[in-house]
Nanobody, 120 residues
Framework: QVQLVESGGGLVQPGGSLRLSCAASGFTFSIFAMNWYRQAPGKERELVAAAASVGGSTNYADSVKGRFTISRDNAKNMVYLQMNSLKPEDTAVYYC?????????????WGKGTLVSVSS
């Protein structure tokens, strides 16, 4: 049974930091790209950060570059999102996503999300 379980969300003041974690199980973690998406109220879900399955490459949305860092631990089947210098516009539900890109259609698994609120 595939599971992606996010944790680490909460309320933080502007300028603060949070670290999100995603525990994965039920699939071969190392061959999946791991991504963090977010969805703010009234907005579409957007890709925030991505970590490739091979090569160690990462990509970020322009809005979070220099502030967020994605990392993965294939030995522990975990992916993290370190969020620094948080802004009110970072408020959203953050979702962990696992994507296998080498088949068509691509295989996608999703977590249930964790809420991040940035407010004074």
């Amino acid at each position: 049974q595939v599971q992606l379980v996010e944790s680490g969300g909460g309320l933080v003041q502007p300028g603060g930091s949070l670290r999100l974690s995603c525990a994965a199980s039920g699939f071969t973690f190392s061959i999946f790209a791991m991504n963090w998406y977010r969805q703010a109220p009234g907005k579409e879900r957007e890709l925030v950060a991505a970590a490739a399955s091979v090569g160690g490459s990462t990509n970020y949305a322009d809005s979070v570059k220099g502030r967020f860092t994605i990392s993965r631990d294939n030995a522990k089947n975990m992916v993290y999102l370190q969020m620094n210098s948080l802004k009110p516009e970072d408020t959203a539900v953050y979702y962990c996503n696992a994507e296998y890109r080498f088949v068509y259609p691509r295989i996608n698994y999703w977590g249930k999300g964790t809420l991040v609120s940035v407010s004074s």
